[in-house]
């Protein structure tokens, strides 16, 4: 489970609350899971400028970088791991629609 939002490494909680309901609900191991978050920068100069922000202090990365950059990384995950099933979150409503049509994604229906 990884997520890509606009909270930069506050986004952390997404991918660990969605691991936690898939643990409590459906019967998956914890030691199975491993959540992570991709910190592609944050829009938000709230967080940007707070002094205890751990992410990167940058604006986010463009919607063609962030495609590229998810897709690498999947394509990451099932080379190492084949049998695989992630699950991205991602808050971008613009990207959900292609990210849903990356065909590393699809392969994770088969576990």
């Known amino acids: 489970m990884y997520a890509a939002s606009d909270l930069g490494a ?3 909680g997404i991918p660990i609350g969605k691991l936690s309901l898939y643990v409590a609900g459906a019967g998956f191991h914890p030691c199975g899971t491993l959540p992570i978050t991709l910190d592609l920068g944050t829009n938000r100069t709230e967080l940007r400028d707070a ?6 202090r940058h604006p986010r990365v463009d919607e063609e970088r962030y495609l590229r950059l998810v897709d690498e ?23 959900s629609l292609p990210l849903l049509d990356l065909t590393h ?3 994770s229906l088969e576990c």
């Not at 002094?51 to 990167?56: C, E, F, R, T, W």
């Open 51 to 56: 002094p205890h922000y751990l992410g990167m």
């Open 73 to 95: 990384f999947t394509a990451a995950i099932f080379d190492k791991w084949v049998r695989a099933c992630a699950c991205c979150c991602s808050c971008r409503g613009r990207c």
């Open 105 to 107: 994604l699809l392969r």
């Open 10 to 12: 506050n986004g952390m």
